[in-house]
């Protein structure tokens, strides 16, 4: 398991530059079949990680399967260094997987991040996969306004470049941040982010995984991984 507990700040930021050098934005997968949504939880002042990745079809969005594991961080919270608290967990909760994802969707930012290194690039080039980044909140970058209405959108601006964009998954509700993470294009970012979009405001796999990641918080599910009843799920 990678350890990033005894870093400094200067330590992890020059991993992120590091890192950067292999980030690689062009579409890799032809045909996707499957997305993933990673997430983690935690109880307020302690050190225990609570990690998941959950598996769904795509584009019916219906959830096949989701691996979850616990594990402790001494890194603390620092924004542009999410992935220094989180990506073990997580990279973790990938190695149980025994089929892994198409595409996996982070909650939290992909390139667009003051050194192109947030959280789902900084775990797609670790777990040498596809991964988009899928954030509440805009951390780096500029853009228009975004309509109103359902799927309109506006690129996000860093130094001239187009790095991501604003989404509407809803009508008259805030938008939500979509970026590449590694090894997919930003046109393709959002092309296939619209299609996890149904009924909620945040898209289908990060809303799942922080929907079972919780339950896994609270006792309710059990680490490892675990296979769902597809024909059950789809009336879930």
Request: proline residues 6%; positive net charge.
């Amino acid at each position: 398991m990678i350890n990033y507990n005894n870093l400094s700040i200067p330590e992890a930021t020059a991993i992120q530059e590091k890192l950067r050098k292999q980030l690689l934005l062009i579409t890799k997968v032809e045909n996707i079949n499957t997305i993933a949504g990673a997430d983690i939880s935690h109880n307020k002042n302690t050190d225990t990680i609570y990690a998941g990745i959950v598996i769904l079809s795509y584009p019916q969005m219906v959830l096949q399967s989701y691996s979850l594991v616990v594990t402790e961080t001494k890194f603390p919270y620092v924004p542009q260094y999410l992935a220094f608290r989180e990506v073990p967990a997580l990279l973790e909760a990938w190695k149980q997987l025994p089929d892994k994802p198409d595409i996996t969707v982070l909650d939290g930012q992909g390139i667009t991040h003051q050194r192109r290194m947030g959280i789902a690039s900084h775990f797609g080039i670790m777990a040498d996969c596809a991964t988009i980044g899928c954030a509440k909140k805009m951390l780096f970058g500029t853009h228009s306004p975004v309509g109103e209405k359902k799927y309109s959108s506006s690129p996000i601006y860093i130094n001239n470049d187009i790095t991501g964009y604003a989404l509407r998954t809803k009508d008259n509700v805030k938008p939500v941040f979509i970026s590449p993470g590694h090894k997919v294009s930003v046109p393709d970012s959002l092309n296939i982010m619209k299609k996890c979009v149904l009924r909620h405001r945040i898209p289908e796999p990060t809303r799942r995984a922080h929907e079972i990641v919780n339950k896994f918080r609270l006792g309710n599910l059990k680490e490892g991984v675990h296979f769902v009843d597809i024909q059950k799920s789809l009336f879930d």
